[in-house]
Structures are given as structure tokens and as C-alpha cells.
């Protein structure tokens, strides 16, 4: 098996990584090609955080990992799974949540080989092993060891509260406005729009598009009540992150 730093170091007969799907359809520029592939590994990203036990915030940290990694280099360069396991790693490394390599492997073997047994301690299986940590390294470096990330959850968190205390109870607790707010962010994850736009913008946008979802109305005054929770952000802004979003949800409906 390659290492991390050459092209995409798979495995032996397609066992432990899956073959490279170039596209969900014919007639594609290499930029929706690489766009979707992102998609897929950010889903994988997402289902074996899960499977692991991992926290929502490591998962949404192993997500920016990996999209940074990828605006520094080029993605055909490297495989992209095993980048994610490496992510993975890292994430939970940086968000204090560690988790075994052994663990993540055995997990990403599962996801594209479901039912099959947990990995034996063979050669293939420690050189696998030796190409997660070194990718991490490569990320690192890659990334300048900055690995310190902001997210919107904390700012989305204080949000809802705030427009909670806004609404009438029975309405608020009739409509899944934080529910849907909550599943919006973590969505947000599957693309680069995450690390395009601010956190702030990011949890004001998601609870825009989830209280107008619903019709949910909030008390008038002088400004608009995402204004009064977040002084620089424009209506351009929730637009965009908005945009994006449902770029994102285009691209899954294709993917399917």
C-alpha cells in the first residue's frame, strides 16, 4: 500500500476502501465531479462519526479538517476516504474526544463492506494503520498545524433561546424549529459552504430558513430580529449561506 503523500493509497482487491466514483452522471465538468465526491465522503464522515459514538461537534470538525485539507491540494491527488479516516482521527484529537485508529478502520470497513467481520491484525490492516496517522501528519502540515475551529453550534444554541423567548410556547412547542435548525447545520457540513461563510451567519441563516419553513412569526420592531442577534449580518448573507444549502440538497437528489 502507498503512503498517504502519493495517489490514492487503496486497498488490496477494494477491501478496506472503496473504488473512486467519478460521477453521479454523464457529461460532467471534473468541478461537479470533485463537488460530489466531497458530498459523499463528508456523508461517510457523518455515518461513521456516529457509529463511533462521536460528539456532534469532533464530527463537524473532522468535516473542516477534510475541506481544508482539500483547498490546499489537489483531491486527485490523494484518496479521499482514507483523508476522512484521517480527519476522523484528528477531529477527535482536537475536540478532545480521541478515538482509536483501530476503531475508525474497523467502522470505515463496515460502512462499504456491510455485515463482514471486524478487520484482522494482518499486514494490511497495520499498513492501512501507518497511512491514517501518516495522512494526519500530511494534514497537519497542510493546514499549518492551525487546527483550532469555530463553529456556529454554540452561536445557533444561543440563538434559539433567544427567539424561544420571543414566541408563544404553545406555537413554539407545536413547531420543530430547533429540530429543524439543528439537522440544517449539520447539512451544512457536506459541502465547503461551511468554511465559505462565518459561524455566525451560518446559525442565523439555518434558523431563518427553519422559522419561515414553519411560518413561525416573531414580534416586529424597528429591526429584524436576526439583526437584533447578530449586528453585521446582511439579508445577502442569509441568501447566500440559504443558497448554498439548497445547492447542497440539489446535489443530494442527484446522488441518490
Known sequence: MEG???RAPAAKDGALLPARRDSCGDGESDSARDI??????CRFIMDTGVK???????????CV??????EHVNMHAYEPYLVA??????????????????????????????GSAPLECDKEFWDLRDSVVQCELLILRQLNFHVSIEHPHKYLLHYLFS?????????WSRTPVAETSWALLRDCYHGAMCIRHIPQHIAIATLYLAINSYGVELPAGEKEWWQVLCEDVTQADIDAVISDL?????MEAKCI
Open 4 to 6: 498517504p503523500s502519493s
Open 36 to 41: 460530489k465526491t466531497h458530498f459523499r465522503v
Open 52 to 62: 463511533l459514538g462521536m460528539r456532534s461537534v469532533p464530527v463537524a470538525t473532522a
Open 65 to 70: 479538517l477534510y475541506h481544508r485539507f482539500f
Open 85 to 114: 479516516m484521517s480527519c476522523v482521527y484528528l477531529a477527535g484529537k482536537v475536540e478532545e474526544q480521541h478515538m482509536r485508529t483501530r476503531d475508525i478502520i474497523n467502522v470505515s470497513h463496515r460502512y462499504f463492506n456491510s
Open 163 to 171: 427567539v424561544k423567548s420571543l414566541v408563544n410556547r404553545h406555537a
Open 246 to 250: 439548497l445547492q447542497l440538497y440539489d
